[in-house]
């Protein structure tokens, strides 16, 4: 039995390329993320699959677009941060893995950025699954998104 025999025809499909290329997904796995030139900053942690943000779990963790860092912090520093914490909890195993970051993010009050840092622990999950090939690929996201 085919799968359309048993679902019926396809509505709509969304590959992960197309989230990607569309900026719902940031790709972690090019070289624009990295501390050494010709080694993308995956392979480096020891990841072995491609790994992608969602741009939620990006913009809360790593960096928001037009946003300045807060002082002493850069994109690839923190990016090395949430990529080992994921590293350390996916020892444990299973396709769904929840894991802590601490990043020194900007306080801001009533919606403005004011002139001070706070410690902000952010929980993240990292889903295992196929991308648009059947190729294991890792997806990591903030709790809520799915």
Do not use: H
Not at 95 to 102: L, Y
Not at 135 to 142: H, R, S
């Amino acid at each position: 039995m085919s799968m359309e025999e048993v679902f019926g025809e396809v509505i709509a499909t969304y590959s992960r390329a197309q989230a990607i290329a569309d900026g719902v997904l940031v790709s972690l796995n090019d070289q624009s993320f990295t501390f050494r030139p010709g080694l993308n900053i995956c392979a480096e942690a020891g990841i072995k699959f491609p790994v992608a943000m969602t741009i939620a779990a990006f913009a809360k963790t790593v960096s928001e677009l037009d946003t300045p860092l807060p002082p002493c912090q850069d994109i690839s520093g923190r990016l090395w941060d949430v990529l080992t914490m994921f590293r350390l909890a996916a020892k444990r195993g299973g396709s769904e893995i929840r894991f802590p970051v601490t990043m020194i993010n900007w306080v801001c009050v009533d919606g403005k950025r004011v002139n001070r840092t706070k410690r902000e622990t952010v929980i993240l999950k990292a889903l295992c699954g196929s991308g648009d090939n059947g190729e294991p690929v890792i997806t990591i996201m903030l709790p809520d998104e799915d």
